[in-house]
C-alpha cells in the first residue's frame, strides 16, 4: 500500500519522472509479475534480434549485469568465451558489458556489504581491466541495454546465444564444463612487469610467496583467518623466502593492513589488475583461501597456485549454488592450470602448512 501512495503521490507530482519509472520497471522486470509481464509481451510483439553477417571473424559476449554479478567470477565467463573463440575459429573476442541504472535485483545482503554505488565502481576497475587480460580482445563496449541490442544485431556470432530485452542470459559458466581445457589466454603488459619487477628485481634470490587475503563482508564464512596467515607467514625462513600480503581489493581490506604491520603489503595490487596479474606471474607461489582475485594466477601457465578450500564452513544454501556452478568441494575447475591446487579444510595454521610444504618440494622444479 506505502509503494501505491508514493507512486500515485510522484505520478501527480512530476509525471515525467512517473513515466521514466514505468518504462524502466517494464525493460527491466524487478520482481515475478513484471517480469511475467514483460514476457506476455513479447509474445505478441516480440523482439526477436535479427543478427546480420557482420563482424564474421569476431565473437561478441555479452554480459548483463542484470543477470551476471559484477565479481571476479566475470573472469570465468571470459576464459570460457575466449575459449568458444578459439573453437570457432575467430580472431578477435569483443565484450559487451550492459550496465543497469536500476538496482533493485541486486540481492539485499550484498548491497548492504559492498555499498550501493559499489557495482558503478567494479563495472571500470574491474571489469573492463579483466578484459584486458587476454590478448585476443578487441572492442569494449560498456552501454545501457537500449543501445547493446543495438550493438548485438550488428554481429553474427553471439555469446550467449538469444540474448533480447526479455531474456537477458547469464553468460554464466559450469566450472565442471566437459570439454573446456586449459591454455595460457592471459596476457600482461610489459609495463605491469617492469613496475613489478623494480618492486622485486632478479637480483634478489629469495623465492616470492604471495598471500591474497579475503576479508569481505559478503559471506564472512568465506575469509582469511588473519591470525592462521600471520603465523604461517611467521614460520617461513625470511632469508629464504619473501613473503608478500595482498589484502583484499575493498575498503575491509584496507582497514585490514593495519593487522599487518610488520610484513610487506604490495597493496597496488589491490586497485590494479595488471600489477596483481604480474606479480602473480613473478611470484614462486601464491596462496590463499578460495577467492576471485586468485583465479588469475589459477589460469596462468607454470605459476604454482595453492588455495585453501572452505566449502565445508559455507552457509548450506550458498554452498549447494557452488555445487550447481560445478564448483565441488576440493575440486579444482577444470580449465585451470595444472599447477593449481585445492586444500579442502580450514585455513589454520596447520593446514596452511601442511599444503605449502606439499607443493613447495614439487615447486622447485618450475
Not at 526477436?48 to 565467463?77: I, Q
Not at 556489504?113 to 567494479?122: Q, Y
Not at 592450470?337 to 595454521?349: A, I, M, P, R, V
Request: glycine share 4%; aromatic share 12%.
Amino acid at each position: 500500500m506505502k509503494k501505491i501512495i508514493s507512486h500515485l503521490s510522484l505520478l501527480c507530482s512530476n509525471p515525467k519522472r512517473f513515466s521514466q519509472m514505468v518504462r524502466l520497471k517494464f525493460l527491466v522486470p524487478s520482481n515475478p509479475f513484471l517480469v511475467f509481464i514483460r514476457r506476455l509481451y513479447s509474445v505478441f510483439v516480440p523482439n526477436n534480434l535479427k543478427l546480420s553477417k557482420g563482424n564474421p571473424n569476431r565473437l561478441l559476449l555479452v554480459y548483463d549485469t542484470r543477470s551476471n554479478a559484477v565479481t571476479f567470477d566475470f573472469l570465468h565467463v571470459l576464459y570460457y568465451a575466449d575459449w568458444c573463440r578459439r573453437q570457432a575459429g575467430k580472431m578477435h573476442l569483443d565484450v559487451l558489458i550492459v550496465s543497469r541504472s536500476e538496482r533493485s535485483f541486486l540481492e539485499e545482503s550484498y548491497t548492504a556489504a559492498v555499498g550501493e554505488d559499489s557495482t558503478d565502481w567494479r563495472l571500470t576497475n574491474l571489469l573492463v581491466p579483466l578484459c584486458k587480460l587476454f590478448s585476443s580482445l578487441g572492442r569494449i563496449y560498456l552501454v545501457e541495454q537500449e543501445e547493446a541490442l543495438e550493438i548485438v544485431k550488428e554481429y553474427e556470432n553471439v555469446h550467449p546465444e538469444g540474448y533480447s530485452y526479455s531474456n537477458p542470459k547469464t553468460a554464466a559458466v559450469r566450472l565442471d564444463k566437459p570439454g573446456v581445457d586449459f591454455y595460457p589466454s592471459l596476457t600482461i603488459s610489459d609495463t605491469a612487469r617492469k613496475v613489478v619487477d623494480a618492486y622485486f628485481p632478479q637480483k634478489d634470490e629469495r623465492r616470492i610467496v604471495t598471500i591474497t587475503l579475503r576479508t569481505y563482508n559478503y559471506i564472512p564464512s568465506r575469509n582469511s583467518n588473519i591470525k592462521s596467515w600471520l603465523d604461517f607467514a611467521r614460520e617461513l625462513d625470511p632469508l629464504k623466502y619473501r613473503v608478500v600480503f595482498i589484502p583484499d581489493a575493498s575498503m575491509h581490506g584496507v582497514e585490514t593492513i593495519g593487522r599487518l604491520n610488520g610484513f610487506e603489503v604490495f597493496d597496488p595490487a589491490c586497485w590494479n589488475i595488471q600489477l596483481r596479474a604480474a606479480l602473480y606471474r613473478r611470484a614462486w607461489m601464491n596462496i590463499g583461501v578460495i577467492c576471485g582475485p586468485l583465479a588469475i594466477s589459477g589460469l596462468m601457465e607454470n605459476v604454482w597456485t595453492i588455495m585453501i578450500d572452505r566449502t565445508l564452513d559455507l552457509p548450506k544454501d550458498y554452498a549447494k549454488n557452488l555445487i550447481l556452478a560445478g564448483q565441488f568441494p576440493g575440486k579444482v575447475p577444470i580449465f585451470y592450470s595444472k599447477h593449481c591446487h585445492y586444500h579442502l579444510g580450514k585455513d589454520d595454521k596447520q593446514s596452511i602448512m601442511d599444503s605449502f610444504n606439499k607443493y613447495a618440494k614439487k615447486n622447485y622444479d618450475l
